[in-house]
Nanobody, 122 residues
Framework: QVQLVESGGGLVQTGGSLRLSCAAS????????MGWFRQAPGKEREFVAA????????YYADSVKGRFTISRDNAKNTVYLQMIGLKPEDTAVYYC???????????????WGQGTQVTVSS
C-alpha cells in the first residue's frame, strides 16, 4: 500500500506562484508513474502533469504547459508541482496520484492523495 500526502496549497493572486508537494510513504516503486490531477467544483477531475519516479520525460496538459513544472526527489519520496503564472481557472483541489501502469485513465489510477486546495484570486 502507498500513501500520498499533498501539501503546499493555498491562496495566491493571479500571476503568482505556488509549489505543491506530494510525499509518498509505505511501499513505493521506482517504476510508478506519478503525477497531479485537479478538480474544480462541479467539474470532472482532469490531468495536470505526470512523471515517472525513476525519470523519463515529464508530460503536461496543454492548459499548464510552460507554467507548471513537475519534478521529483527520490531520496525524499516526494513529487513536486511548481506552478507559476497562476490563473483563476487553475483554482481547484489538486490531487497527487500514483499508478504502476500509467495515468492515462484517472479511474484506473491505483493511489490518490487527499488533495490540497489551490485558489487563485481574480
Amino acid at each position: 500500500q502507498v500513501q500520498l500526502v499533498e501539501s503546499g496549497g493555498g491562496l495566491v493572486q493571479t500571476g503568482g506562484s505556488l509549489r505543491l508537494s506530494c510525499a509518498a510513504s509505505g511501499r513505493t516503486f521506482s517504476n510508478y508513474h506519478m503525477g497531479w490531477f485537479r478538480q474544480a467544483p462541479g467539474k470532472e477531475r482532469e490531468f495536470v502533469a505526470a512523471i515517472t519516479w525513476s525519470g523519463r520525460t515529464p508530460y503536461y496538459a496543454d492548459s499548464v504547459k510552460g507554467r507548471f513544472t513537475i519534478s521529483r526527489d527520490n531520496a525524499k519520496n516526494t513529487v513536486y508541482l511548481q506552478m507559476i503564472g497562476l490563473k483563476p481557472e487553475d483554482t481547484a483541489v489538486y490531487y497527487c496520484a500514483a499508478d504502476p501502469n500509467n495515468l492515462a485513465i484517472s479511474k484506473n489510477i491505483r493511489y490518490w492523495g487527499q488533495g490540497t486546495q489551490v485558489t487563485v484570486s481574480s
